[in-house]
Structure formats: C-alpha cells, structure tokens
C-alpha cells in the first residue's frame, strides 16, 4: 500500500514562492511515477505537473510552465513543487498522486494523498 502526505501549503501574497513536499511510503514506492493536481472551490481538479519515477521526464499544465518546479529526491522518497511567481488564481488544495505503471498528466494515478490547501491573495 502506498501512502501519500503533502505539506508545505499556506497563505502566502501574489509574487511569493512556496514549496509543497510530498512524503511518500510504499514498497517499491521509489518505482512510482508521481505527480501534483489541484482543485480550487467550484472548479474542476486539474493536473499541474508530473514526474517519472526516475526523474528524467517532467511534464507541467500550460498554467504553471515556466513558474513551477516538480522534483524528486528517491533517496528521501519525497516529491517537491517549488512554486514561483503565484498568482491568486493559483489557489487551491494541491494533491499529491503516485502510479506505478502510469505517467503524464492525466489522472491515471492509483494513489492520492489528503491535500494541502494553498491560498494567494491579491
């Protein structure tokens, strides 16, 4: 069983940076391509970006390429978005997901973790 714990989410002012961390637990779990979605209120969930599991690949949403960052650490079996130049549209409960067969964007992802909420303000 693989389990997912995001962290790193707050409030944080238009122009700020932040990085969320995803901890990640799991045989095999250094295997698994992961991957970050989010949902903000009233919308649809939609990707942001993804790994694979031995991190030469990346993909990102046309929304956040080029202002975030999605990275991995195998040895720590932590995956990071590193988030720059955030916008309030930005806000939203950012979920971290994992998948032992799948990478990309969509949401073929077996495993979701809780989420953690990041809010911009203007």
């Known amino acids: 069983q693989v389990q997912l714990v995001e962290s790193g989410g707050g409030l944080v002012q238009a122009g700020d940076s932040l990085t969320l961390s995803c901890a990640a637990s799991?045989?095999?779990?250094?295997?698994?391509?992961m991957g970050w979605f989010r949902q903000a209120p009233g919308k649809e969930r939609e990707s942001v970006a993804a790994?694979?599991?031995?991190?030469?690949?990346?993909w990102y949403s046309e929304s956040v390429q080029g202002r975030f960052i999605i990275s991995r650490d195998n040895a720590k079996s932590t995956l990071y978005l590193q988030m720059n130049s955030l916008k309030p549209e930005d806000t939203a409960v950012y979920y971290c997901v994992a998948d032992l067969y799948y990478s990309g964007l969509d949401e073929h992802y077996d495993y979701w973790g809780q989420g953690t909420q990041v809010t911009v303000s203007s």
């Open positions: 790994v694979r599991w031995a991190g030469d690949r990346t």
């Open positions: 799991g045989r095999r779990i250094n295997q698994y391509s």
